[in-house]
């Protein structure tokens, strides 16, 4: 008898020393954010082996208790100390590898703080629960059971969101749970165009939760560095802000990830997937436009190519799968329509590329028999095309009001038509069109008062014109500041006769 | 569509019983074989609809519409012509190094020279135009443009002899028999206008070295694609097509009648056999009867203005030479032939270098100058691609006797100077270096493989993505080392 009350004074004593052990490791600080490579290191890995034996010991223990209070007399009563004994065994077990893990790893973001300093606590609990079943009265023990149970619940849920994120659980939560949650609800995007996407929230945002925001987030806060808020990449982290509007070259953000892959310095680390072209293109174009927290794809500057397909492809994946199907059906019947056009009257139409819904057209095969009404066969459609060579046609003044409603054209090629120009200013209804080719015409001085109003043209051939050597041609480009006025004596600058004289003097 | 899948889908019901085991090997093959029904070919399958070729549309956005491709057949010396090396002048009839040639196989033409004198060009080069490209006196209009074009310093090949390398450039393989690069552009991009045929070849007569490399039809050819393919190879005497016209007595009528007895005939023997060439033989028989009326009209220059001529040179009113040729092909461009080829031979420059050399140059130099600042004029430059260039490069040692006026060069395939432009590519480059004897590549290499994918690039196909299945092969223009498209020449 004597030697069962010496054991259970070893047991409180025991039991008392480690909770001042804990209680002062609690304090202490131990985490500087410096990784270690030493034995702490290696053997903190074991952390995620042993921290399962605590939650199922614990677990089991609440579960022989529950029994033991119902059937009094039973015999799981008997294996109580046992598990007890375990249990308290592996939660110092594991709170002894995670702290060496986080010492080691050398992480100190505010949530291994908080996992540790609950861990620390269960382990406490677990062995004041030692203590405590070896007083007759077991109220408290019970209550302080029940403690360890909630906290063992809150400091696995941490641990676990250390490792897959915070939102990992409720990701793929039915709507109504996350709403109940009071979780973000996801929102389906409406938008019917892609000029209505919002940048940051619907282009951006998505490409920094996928690869930066599970370590630069409030909880983590690598580098003291939060992309999960617009005021974040703003803000920026240690090295100052990781965006800086305008400027593409002094944004951290674009420096670092587009570092060779085997530096140091290089984002995402650690074999983590890299940013594709697009995306960085995206971000780049998004920054050098200013980094805008709410401005749409529309209300941006022109986009390059390699951005354009990003948006669009983001687009189609953004819209619903009913919307996809009643768009590639329209798709399907545009081509059919197309094609049967193409059938009948030997004009070339092709997609500027593989699924595009953009069109070209082109008259070669046809063009002694294509005129002015040819042209209207194709206006019913006039909106699918983006570049027409309508060279060497017959098609004259009267057709141009037929071109315009062509409104997505961005290249005409005109020349070498009965064309002379007295409607030409209908095409000011083109906004897109950059170049018009006007080759080999008869348009003449009078009509620059019409290609004078197409002020959003880029680049007009008027050689082999009459209106090329008329005096009014100074006029036109004055008029069209920003286009580019091709003439012969502009394209053809070999003046010395004696080029031709020359090389054929060794003859 | 897959061969076999097509093949197989022409059996009747007659022919599959009387070839049972023959029929579901076949059929359970065609399921085995890799399927190019993608999404975009579901939408527009090959040979329907709106598609224009096999690839039923391009793979994205061609810059280039058009190509002219000028061939500069025998190799033209890049020493005296791009690349200017003028430390040369001071190692006058010293030995080239050893470490710089590296023990390189040569060909049997100087490999038993018991010497290699290092021959400096005799001719005079200057910087032109913004981008300061060096250029010989004997191209002194294409130095006029060279802001309007990239010159590529750094072409290289495996070939030594001319006619595995030109068969290597045009074909991607030195072994003949492969499609050449028209005939692929033909097979996968389809006509831009089908009374004209897709892909032409034009024959120049030459001024300089007589004893020229015959040319051989296989080096615009098909290969196993459908013939149809193949260039047309048109004459500049007479009738440009052979056999074209209709014979005395026969009218457009008869012939037309004529021409659909054949069809049908010709679609029974099809029904019989199932052979592809069958129908690659009507609609050769339709084209060239489209042709009757398209080609004079292609040929006839009589409403071509005198500026154009003087545009292209006095050459340019003589049948046949290299800048009637130029004409024709923007003539053809502007009309809507797909590719045209031009081929000027000449160039084997072995010995008599100062003697033939210039007169090569004179022939294609105001031509070259005439045919891009014509495109540019009409607003064709943007979207017709332009390639200048022979099959490999020159040596810097001297074949033969060397004196101060006098020298030859033997084949060099480990660097020379292509041309290209319009369509995509940067205007005012040069691109790649060489070593200061042109012997080695030092900077930017650029196989003829990596040439021919940054053309099917311009023209909006990937490479990797066109090709024939062929006695088991997935044949491709470049072949199956890797390439890589030139992005340093392309804006």
Redo the contacts between chains.
Sequence with gaps: MAEKKGSILAVQLLGGLCMVVLWWLSGYGLLDGEPQDTLWRFLGRFHPVVLHLPIGMLVLLLVLEFMGLRRPDSKVSELIPLVLGVTIAVTLLAVATGTMLAYGEGADEPLVQDHMRNGIWLAMATVMLGVLRTLPSRGTYYLVLLAAGALMVITSHQGGSITHGRDYLTEYAPEPLRRLLGLEVEEEVTAARVEDLVVFEHLVQPIMEQNCVSCHNPDKLKGELNLETFSGHLAGGELGPAVVPFDVDASELLFRITLPEDDEEFMPPDEKTPLNEEEISLLAWWIAQGASADQTVGALGPMP?QVDDYVTSVFKQMITPEERARLEDA??EL??T??SI?AEY?I?????????DE?TI?T??V?NAFDDGMLKLLEPHARSFVAA?L??TRLTDGGVSSLANFVQLRSL?L?RTELVGSTLGELAALPDLE?L?L??TKIDGAAVEQLGQLTQLK?L?L??TPLEDAEALEQLRQALPNCDV?T?AQ????TEAD??A???E?? | MDPIEHYVNLETRRKFLGKLAMGFGTAAMSSLLPGSA????S??PPG???S?GM????????KA?RGIYLFMSGAPSQLDMFDYKPRMTDLFDTDLPESIRNGQRLTTMTSGQSRFPIAPSIYDFQQHGKSGAWVSEL???TA?IVDDIAIIKSMWTEAINHDPAITYIQTGNQIPGRPSLGAWLSYGLGS?????PTFVVLNSTW?GRQEAQALFTRLWGAGPLPSQHQGVALRSDGDPVLYLSNPHGVSGDIRRLMLDGVSEINEDIFHEFGDPETHARISQYEMAFRMQSSVPELTDLSDEPDYIFD?Y??DSRVPGTFAYNCLMSRRMA???VRFSQIFHRGWDQHGALPKDL??Q??DV??AC?GLI?DL????MY?DTLVVWGGEFGRTVYCQGELTQTNYGRDHHPRCYTMWMGGAGVKRGVVYGETDEFSYNITKDPVHIRDLNATILNQF?VDHQQLNFQHQGLDLKLTGVEEAHIVKGVLS
Excluded: M, W
């Design positions: 190519a798709q399907r081509y059919a197309l094609a193409r030997g070339l139409i092709q997609p500027v590329e593989a699924g595009a069109f082109e070669h095969a063009r060579d060279s060497g090629n020349s170049s080719n080759y080999g680049q051939f050689t082999q091709q012969t394209i053809s600058p070999l080029k031709t020359k090389s054929y060794s003859s | 993608t999404a975009a070919t939408l527009n329907q609809g709106l224009n690839l039923g549309a391009t793979h994205f956005a061609p519409k191209l002194p209009n006029s831009l206008n089908d009374n004209l001024t545009l040179g006095p502007e009309k809507g210039p007169n140059c004179r130099d105001r100058y600042t540019k004029q009409r607003g943007d909006g």
